[in-house]
């Protein structure tokens, strides 16, 4: 997984390639002024493409469609047609949206190139929800049609993919675009009242925070006789680092995510930690780990204990913690599960008692509602950043070292296959702590 790649199709020059048709796109891009005021009104449909046909993209199709009710899906993409029946047929059956499902045969794109022929086939918005690796390609493909995006978390896999998309989200607001983030819990009605009263010091100045994400099991596909290497890798992303990240990236972002938020959206200067595979230790599990612990510490001396394990028969803990000179905060998504209590016994604990919301629902109505108002909203440096603090633990735990914030932006270790297309494709190695360097 660290071999040296100068030789091989990168995945800049992959978009490149693949984004041969763009030229109409841009001639189209100097209208988008005019149709974007039309929005405003409130009457025009906006149309979106769906790239990423999985559970996931079904779920924000479905959302993006609740959020405004003049709204249409017209396109929809997938490496795997199957995937995009299916997810097609669902929504089609969604009675409370199925009317403005309006993606006929020609519509439908399968295939490594079918995020371009989503995003030329007319739509206005983009939901990206792919497996994370291809999502910085997506991305650069989409602002540079000049297509607002939902961007699901996370947003690359590596440092490369990392500084690509901060590059792109730059050239969004430049075309005054929307880029929405799947890191949702920023949407929490009660996460977002807790950070009021934290940031406001409420309970002090804070020194430390845990992030608790422990869970069970998750899907496993397994091979079939039929499948290449290409075809059980992409069926099973979740399992192989160069699509997912590993699960500490691709979910425990979330919770990672929270925490910055609570610093104030500073980011730590260096990382240690350690993980592994004991249960999840077969072939079929690709090559990521099945735990990962992670401390990183901050400027001021602040530190984050970063917790995740993805276990069977375990139990579970999704949760955050935050520990201030004068109280702490407990901040997870279950009933009355955000609260404040003070050292000083004397004053009351704080409880989020307030209106419970859908933050999947919440974060697509915040981009269509920004879209009519003609207002930018951008997510694109948290997203980014918080998408390298996961990356960035990853490292810690695969190599064994300590990581600096710096050595980790500036890693030039690129997980992109040499190509893309079916076929043989190396099994990439499991990280041996001590072993694996740092690139």
């Avoid at 996460?191 to 010091?201: D, L, P, Q």
């Avoid at 979740?238 to 500073?266: A, P, R």
């Avoid at 730590?268 to 072939?283: D, E, F, H, S």
């Avoid at 960035?392 to 890693?411: E, F, L, P, Q, V």
Wanted: proline share 4%; hydrophobic share 35%.
């Amino acid at each position: 997984m660290h071999r040296d790649r100068s030789n091989e199709q990168t995945r800049r020059q992959f978009a490149m390639t693949t984004n041969a048709g763009l030229s109409a796109a841009l001639l189209a891009s100097t209208s988008l002024s005019l149709e974007r005021s039309a929005f405003a009104g409130g009457s025009d449909f906006i149309r979106i493409g769906l790239i990423g046909c999985g559970g996931r993209g079904t779920g924000a199709a479905k959302n993006a469609l609740d959020a405004d009710s003049n709204v249409k899906l017209t396109a929809m993409g997938d490496v795997f047609e199957d995937r995009l029946e299916m997810s097609l047929q669902s929504l089609r059956k969604m009675a409370e949206v199925s009317a403005r499902v309006d993606v006929p045969k020609e519509r439908q794109f399968a295939g490594f190139d079918a995020y371009q022929k989503v995003i030329d086939s007319g739509v206005d918005v983009v939901l990206l929800c792919t497996p994370p690796h291809f999502r910085p390609m997506h991305l650069e493909a989409a602002v540079q049609g000049g297509k607002h995006a939902f961007v699901e978390k996370p947003i690359a896999v590596d440092a490369p993919g990392v500084r690509a998309v901060l590059e792109t989200c730059k050239k969004a607001k430049q075309k005054n675009l929307c880029i929405v983030s799947g890191l949702c819990l920023r949407y929490h009605n009660g996460f977002i009242e807790a950070a009021k009263r934290i940031h406001a010091g409420d309970i002090g100045e804070l020194h430390t925070l845990q992030a608790n994400d422990y869970r069970g099991g998750i899907w496993l596909r397994p091979r079939q006789p039929e499948w290449t290497d290409m075809h059980w890798q992409m069926r099973n992303w979740y399992y192989f680092t160069w699509l997912s990240g590993d699960f500490n990236v691709e979910q425990h972002i979330h919770f990672l995510d929270v925490c910055i938020w609570m610093m104030k959206n500073e980011y730590p200067v260096k990382a240690i930690g350690m993980g592994g595979r004991t249960v999840r230790t077969g072939p079929e599990y690709g090559n990521i780990y099945d735990h990962h612990s992670v401390i990183y510490e901050f400027a001021n001396g602040a530190r984050l204990y970063s917790n995740t394990r993805q276990m069977p028969d375990c139990s579970t803990d999704l949760s955050v913690q935050v520990v201030c000179d004068g109280g702490r905060a407990h901040l997870s998504e279950r009933k009355k599960g955000v609260y404040i209590k003070h050292n000083n016994r004397a004053v009351p604990q704080w409880s989020y008692d307030g209106l419970d919301n859908d933050v999947y629902q919440t974060e697509h109505e915040d981009l269509f509602t920004s879209i009519r108002k003609g207002a930018l909203v951008n997510h694109g440096e948290y997203m980014a950043k918080s998408t390298l603090l996961a990356i960035m633990g990853r490292m810690a735990t695969y190599t064994g070292k300590t990581i600096t914030w710096d050595a980790a932006m500036n890693s030039q270790l690129d997980l992109s296959p040499s190509k893309y297309e079916w076929g043989d494709a190396p099994i990439p190695e499991i990280a041996r702590p001590g072993i694996t360097e740092f690139l």
